[in-house]
Every structure is written in C-alpha cells, then in structure tokens.
C-alpha cells in the first residue's frame, strides 16, 4: 500500500448522536480526506468528562454511537482506524508528560476555558480536567505526529496551543519529536457554522447544537426528518407565498443551500413571492430525506459486535503509531 500521511480528527462522545453541523463542519472533510491521507479518527470519551456538569450515564455506549455515526457516515474502517480515545493509553500518559511543559498561565487565558467556566453551575468547581483539556487535546493530536488536522474555521485557534506544546517539549529536551502540523481548514463559512432549526429571541438564525435542541440527527428517521422541516423557522414577515423571502435568514433556505443542487432558482423564487415556505420545506424533506438515505443503509449494517471489532481493530492501529511517539519522547527525555 502507498504510504500515506497522517491525519487525525476526532469529536467528543458528550451525547450519542452526531447531527447534521458535526457532519458539515467536521465529518465531510473527513471522509473527503481519507482517499489521501491515513486518518486516524477518535471518538474523544475522556473529553466528555472534562466539564464534569453533565457526565453522560453511559459514556462507553456513547462512544459506541458515535463510532456508528462516523461509519454511516462514510468513513471507511478498511483505510482509517477508527478508535475510542481510552483504549490508546498512550493518549493518557502523553498528556501527563505535557503536562510538564505547560505554563498554567497559558491554560487560564484559553477563551473557552473562561466561557465553559462561567457556564459551571453555581459553587461547582473547575475540574483540573477542564484547565487541562488543551493538554489532552494536544496529546491527542501530537501522539500521530500528523501531517495536518482536519477543523472548522472557527476552531483553528485551538490548535495554535497544541503547537506552542509540542515546540516547548522539543525546546525542553532538545529534539525534534514533534514537528510542526497543519491546519486543513474547510474555508466554507455555512458548513462550518450550519444553523438549527430555530432562532433566537431577536429572529436571528443560531448554529445546530445538541443544548438548543435544533438539530437533525444524522440517525433521524424520514419521518422525524419531515416533521422536524415543517416546523423550521422560516422568514417570519413572509406569510403568504406572494411576501418576499429573505433567504439568508431562512432555516430551510440555508439548508436547500447546502442540499438542493437547484437552489439558486429556489432563492429567487422565494424572494420574488413566487414560492411558498410550505413548497420549500417539502423540496428540503425530499433532499434531506435522500442524502441521508445512505447513511442510513450504512448504519442498519452496523450491529454491537461488528463495531466492537471495528473499534478493537482501530485501537490497535492506532496504538502502532502512538506507541512509537511515546518511546521516542520518553527517550527524548532520558527516561528510557
Ligand atoms: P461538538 O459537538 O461541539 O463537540 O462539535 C464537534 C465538531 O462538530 C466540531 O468540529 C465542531 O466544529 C463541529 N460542529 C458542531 N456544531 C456545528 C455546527 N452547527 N455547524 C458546523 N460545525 C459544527
């Protein structure tokens, strides 16, 4: 086989179910980038503990839906090992040792570790996990020495840490363990930030996540995925089909854009009042319905034991490269 460079992604197992923002803003560019790159792709189980507010009771079956999730979705378990983060010890034992190298400072001024804070509830305090999150993160990255991470726009900042980490270590032990990664960053501003299906106070579309409840699951079933578009916030001044549209604000425009190859036609029609909301929502049904129709074949023929095998296999690739990262950096560091 040809070699390949490395990549690895992964997203946390913090709720069993991905939805249709995990799949545009991450996921695609996963399943697009496989073909070139040999990616390792993790489903992040010790990351779903880091805020200790809303510890998932099931945290090992999670971890298992998400798998799922990645595979109905298209990544292929024969070319990317697909993994559960705790079964690679290694993830563990990088992170305590970068943690060495990691001004505490530096981990205080992280924006979302301010913002997650304040969403603590009240006299709960802050986990250690959740000021080191960026270190396991990092670890979780640098144990590939990858070539790139695949991440949204919004999130390339995250990784900027992940590099002053791994420079620190180089610089502490005097080696070159770590070189420097890519971001490969999907420059698409609607994947990366796909809207709910509702808005907020001010009629203003908000993004697709699990905590708004405005989501399409890619395990919906067509019927939730119809009942779920007919009641998607559309231009709120726009009652009678002959009122003009404002696509831009529109839950089902939005996603007509991101699934309907005619929308272009469907926009114009909308702003000049000769399309109904009610035409567009069974235009986006019958799209939606039909894009997720794969992902759905794919996931009838996943059963506990065909991923059980999957995901022992994926830790045990997995496992081949961290394994060498970790004697390296230990060597590195004279412990060996
Ligand atoms: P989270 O569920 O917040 O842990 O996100 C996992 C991944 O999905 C991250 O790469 C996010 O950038 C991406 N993601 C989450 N929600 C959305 C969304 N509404 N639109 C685009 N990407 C999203």
């Known amino acids: 086989m040809a070699y390949k460079?490395?990549?690895?992604?992964?997203?946390?197992?913090?709720?069993?179910?991905?939805?249709l923002g995990n799949y545009e803003g991450a996921l695609r560019n996963w399943v697009k980038?496989?073909?070139?790159?040999?990616?390792?792709?993790m489903v992040a189980d010790y990351h779903a503990l880091t805020t200790?507010?809303?510890?998932?009771?099931?945290?090992?079956?999670?971890?298992r839906e998400v798998a799922k999730d990645y595979i109905?979705?298209?990544?292929?378990?024969?070319?990317?090992?697909?993994f559960i983060q705790s079964h690679v010890p290694e993830h563990a034992e990088l992170h305590l040792i970068f943690s060495m190298v990691t001004g505490v400072g530096k981990l205080e001024r992280v924006p979302t570790y301010k913002e997650k804070k304040e969403d603590l509830a009240e006299g709960r305090a802050v986990s250690y996990g959740l000021l080191g999150y960026p270190v396991l993160q990092s670890a979780d990255i640098l144990l590939y020495r990858p070539h790139g991470v695949p991440v949204g726009k919004d999130q390339a900042p995250h990784l900027e840490l992940s590099r002053e980490i791994a420079r620190s270590f180089n610089s502490a032990f005097d080696c070159d363990v770590f070189p420097e990664?890519?971001?490969i960053i999907d420059e698409d501003d609607l994947r990366s930030k796909v809207p709910g299906l509702d808005a907020d106070d001010n009629g203003v579309l908000r993004k697709m996540s699990k905590s708004y409840d405005n989501c399409i699951y890619l395990t919906d079933t067509e019927d939730e995925v119809a009942r779920k578009v007919k009641g998607a916030f559309t231009t709120p001044s726009k009652i009678k089909k002959s009122d003009p549209g404002i696509p831009e604000g529109c839950a089902v425009c939005q996603y007509l854009k991101l699934y309907s190859a005619d929308w272009k036609t469907l926009w114009d029609e909308d702003v000049q009042g000769e399309r109904g909301c009610m035409q567009n929502k069974?235009?986006?049904?019958?799209?939606?319905?039909e894009f997720l129709r794969p992902f759905r074949e794919r996931r009838a023929s996943l059963d506990d034991s065909t991923i059980e095998s999957m995901l022992k296999q994926g830790a045990e690739e997995a496992r081949q490269c961290a394994s060498e990262t970790l004697s390296l950096a230990k060597k590195a560091m004279r412990l060996t």
């Open 5 to 19: 460079q490395r990549i690895l992604s992964g997203m946390r197992a913090s709720n069993p179910r991905l939805h």
């Open 282 to 289: 069974s235009v986006l049904i019958d799209v939606l319905n």
């Open 52 to 63: 200790m507010g809303d510890i998932p009771d099931n945290i090992g079956a999670y971890s």
């Open 33 to 41: 980038l496989q073909d070139d790159f040999k990616l390792y792709c």
């Open 181 to 183: 990664f890519k971001d």
């Open 72 to 82: 109905s979705a298209g990544i292929d378990p024969r070319q990317s090992s697909v």
